[in-house]
Nanobody, 124 residues
Framework: QSHFVESGGGLVQPGGSLRLSCAAS????????VGWFHQAPGKERELVSC????????HFADSVKGRFTISRDNTENTVWLQMNSLKPEDTGVYFC?????????????????WGQGTQVTVSS
């Protein structure tokens, strides 16, 4: 079954960094855009960032601009989210999923191959 496997989460102090990995399993990633979503406790899953299939176009939510970067290596079937200057409000579960286009107008329902997520906790 096609899905993503997320990893790299953990507990970090405010101002710290984490690098999340999103590995495609059961399918080839090169034809798809990939999005990273953040689900804070008790809230809906929201798009944090996405990257198009070639890695040439990216999008970031206003809340993470200047702090997060996204990258991919299609030969490794993997997408990464580098998270710097982390804040307590970044706490939550991070998921990745695939779609066809990378922009803020793509609905969450248009994403597929969701993984189980990785927990990020930002706390002192």
């Amino acid at each position: 079954q096609s899905h993503f496997v997320e990893s790299g989460g953990g507990l970090v102090q405010p101002g710290g960094s984490l690098r999340l990995s999103c590995a495609a399993s059961g399918f080839t990633l090169e034809s798809f855009a990939v999005g990273w979503f953040h689900q804070a406790p008790g809230k809906e899953r929201e798009l944090v960032s996405c990257i198009n299939s070639a890695g040439l176009k990216t999008h970031f939510a206003d809340s993470v601009k200047g702090r997060f970067t996204i990258s991919r290596d299609n030969t490794e079937n993997t997408v990464w989210l580098q998270m710097n200057s982390l804040k307590p409000e970044d706490t939550g579960v991070y998921f990745c999923a695939s779609t066809y286009y990378c922009n803020q107008y793509v609905s969450r329902t248009e994403y597929e191959n969701w993984g189980q997520g990785t927990q990020v906790t930002v706390s002192s």
